[in-house]
């Protein structure tokens, strides 16, 4: 079974970046959609970015617009998330999360990494 795995979380001041990584087990690993939701502490899980692992179309969260980068790497079956400018707000759990074929939902495979911002 294909597993997930978050790293690059950590404890930044406001204003630092971050670069966070989900790389899966299977290097044929492709589905459909690929992303990144967050969930704080009290706060249900939402969303933060996703790409078409083929196709390459982003979206990201209103929220962090501007200041967040998704992208993936198919040699490495990872995906990556940089986050710049990062704010006390952004402090959360970051799950990598799959769509694996079209019409499916989405899926949490991984443990998640923290991300922890002072101000």
């Known amino acids: 079974q294909v597993q997930l795995v978050e790293s690059g979380g950590g404890l930044v001041q406001a204003g630092g970046s971050l670069r966070l990584s989900c790389a899966a087990s299977?290097?044929?690993?492709?589905?459909?959609?690929m992303g990144w939701s967050r969930q704080a502490p009290g706060k249900e899980r939402e969303f933060v970015a996703r790409i078409g692992w083929s196709s390459g179309t982003t979206s990201v969260a209103d929220s962090m617009s501007g200041r967040i980068t998704i992208s993936r790497d198919f040699a490495k079956n990872t995906m990556y998330l940089q986050m710049n400018s990062l704010k006390p707000e952004d402090t959360a759990v970051y799950y990598c999360a799959v769509r694996p074929v079209l019409g499916s939902d989405w899926q949490y495979w991984g443990q998640g990494t923290q991300v922890t911002v002072s101000s």
């Open positions: 299977d290097r044929t690993f492709s589905p459909y959609w």
